[in-house]
């Protein structure tokens, strides 16, 4: 497999489940401006939606849109319990959490990297933003984990969309639970390992 990645986007989170599941893949960078890869090949050909994470398969079928990636990661080995079992209440509780992420997180987020934004738009995207964090802090009080006590998929692209609030200078310290759960996640060796690659 290949994994079409850039640096500090929600790519990490593929790349960290990749890892944690100790599967076979080759990372491959791509310069979201130009949308070249480091091998040299246009991006818009692999993925013409024109952003990462792209997964290329081994018979040439290429995955992309982050959450999608990561059950279908999770799915090819059930047993080290990164995801509920497909068709489970548990696994359509994960979803929720991946789409709760997905959209009220990242998306949200998403906004705040818009030059062409006004600041007082920005503003009532922090708002929103804001309070979908509460929610996850609430969940996160309480537990470990999103889905419980192990770490899961849902914690890798949490952990990768969490690390961009330093670059909109937002406090994680406003939400203690979150501040410890990035510092847990942190401290994972995959994820060690992935950020070393994406940060060289």
Known sequence: MKLYYAPQACSLAA??????????????RVDNRSKRTADGRDFLEINPKGYVAALQLDNGEVLTEGPAILQFLADLKPAAGLAAVNGSWQRVRLQETLNFIGSEVHGTMGWLFNPQLDE?????????????????????????????????IADAYLFTVLRWTATFAIDLASWPALLRFQARIEQRPTVQQALAIELA
């Open 120 to 152: 007082s738009v920005k503003a009532l995207f922090r708002q929103k933003l804001f309070k979908r964090l509460a929610l996850l802090e609430q969940r996160l009080e309480r537990q470990d984990y999103l889905q419980g006590e192990r770490f899961g």
């Open 15 to 28: 790349h960290i489940v990749l890892r944690e599941l100790q599967l076979p893949f080759e990372a491959i």
